[in-house]
């Protein structure tokens, strides 16, 4: 076997590259390389702590908002009132004694 990786010498040469930096709200920097023709991501995420980095140090783009984990109750809970719910659960009842008539 040669020199270098497996394969490396079937690969032929490689693409010219440039490294970009990319600042995390955190200060960490990472500099991945991209082939020069390559389009360049606005933002790259942060290996080191995976909020989103951007190109401008001193302006690191904001860490995203994350919502707490919310129970299915909870989401009914925004969309209905309690007292919308009473009147669910009233009608509800009501069929339910309906059926329990008919049978």
């Known amino acids: 076997m040669g020199a270098g990786p497996t394969g490396e010498s079937e690969r032929g040469e ?3 590259r440039r490294r970009v930096g990319y600042w995390c709200a955190n200060g ?3 500099r991945p390389s991209f ?4 389009e360049i991501p ?3 995420d ?3 702590c ?3 980095g951007g190109q401008d140090e001193k302006n690191p ?3 995203p908002r994350t919502e707490p984990y919310k129970t299915h109750l909870a989401y009914v ?3 209905r009132s309690d007292a919308d719910g009473e009147a669910i659960l009233a009608e509800a009842l009501e069929r339910l004694r309906q059926r329990r008539e008919i049978i």
Not at 35 to 38: C, F, G, S, W
């Open 77 to 79: 809970k925004e969309r």
């Open 35 to 38: 082939a020069l023709d390559a």
């Open 61 to 63: 783009p904001a860490a």
């Open 28 to 30: 960490h920097e990472a």
């Open 14 to 16: 490689s693409a010219p």
């Open 46 to 48: 942060c290996p080191r």
């Open 50 to 52: 995976g909020l989103p």
């Open 42 to 44: 606005d933002e790259w």
